[in-house]
């Protein structure tokens, strides 16, 4: 069964630095989306990309951050300068459409110190 | 603006009883609606969705959900508890026309022996 897969599980990272988390959608799949979970928080959307430009994002999704498709089949999400606040759980998720159902990767756990 | 509201931060339930966990929304216009579980260390996996077909939505692992407009619910039942149940389940919503999926704070499930 077709799956997203992300990498790394774990990034640990020092405040101030670049990190680039990468995911690869299911491959007929055409919205691809990044997600986070702050520890004990709700799963919060940070953007959504179709057709190579950003479709929706939120107000967390601010000029720090950023997303490609670089090839076929990876979509990544950079953070600039990683702030103590960016540690989180990031989820990747792609569709096939927008309304149809969205399926998450297992997820990368940054750490920023 | 779409909103979801688990009724239960933490729900501790007997193995082989009823599992009944609550998910409100608020929505301006007909919602699609989701129930995804999120087992330690794991991604979130969809459960089961209502996408305006059927109000009585049966998902996977023998959970099933009911769209009750008048409500503004979607709770996630399942008649029999077992031990491999216990996780983090998440309600979502998103509405047509827009991407994003907004998620409710997670309940988290406990099975006692």
Redesign the interface.
């Given at each position: 069964e077709p799956e997203v897969t992300q990498t790394p599980s774990h990034q640990v990272t020092q405040m101030g630095q670049e990190v680039i988390l990468r995911c690869v959608p299911i491959s007929n799949h055409l919205y691809f989306y990044w997600y986070r979970q702050i520890l004990g928080q709700k799963v919060e959307f940070l953007v959504s990309f179709y057709n190579n430009e950003i479709s929706e994002k939120s107000e967390i999704f601010d000029d720090q951050f950023s997303v490609e498709r670089p090839d076929g089949s990876n979509f990544t999400l950079k953070i600039r300068s990683t702030k103590l606040e960016d540690s989180a759980m990031y989820f990747c998720a792609s569709s096939e459409r927008d309304t149809k159902t969205q399926y998450f990767g297992p997820g990368t756990r940054l750490l920023v110190l | 603006a779409q909103s979801v509201t688990q009724l239960g931060s933490h729900v501790s339930v007997s193995e082989g009883a009823l599992v009944l966990l609550r998910c409100n929304y608020s929505s301006s216009v007909p919602p699609?609606l989701?129930w995804?579980v999120q087992y330690p260390n794991?991604?979130?996996?969809?459960l089961l969705?209502y996408?305006s077909a059927a109000t009585l939505v049966k998902g996977i692992n023998g959970f099933e959900a009911e769209f009750k407009k008048s409500e503004t619910s979607f709770h996630l039942t399942k008649p029999s508890a077992h031990m491999s149940d216990a996780a983090e389940y998440?309600c979502?919503v998103?509405v047509?026309?827009?991407?994003?999926?907004?998620?409710?704070?997670?309940t988290r499930l406990t099975i006692n022996p």
């Open positions: - | 699609y989701f995804y794991q991604g979130l996996q969809l969705k996408t998440f979502a998103s047509q026309g827009a991407q994003k999926l907004v998620f409710g704070q997670g």
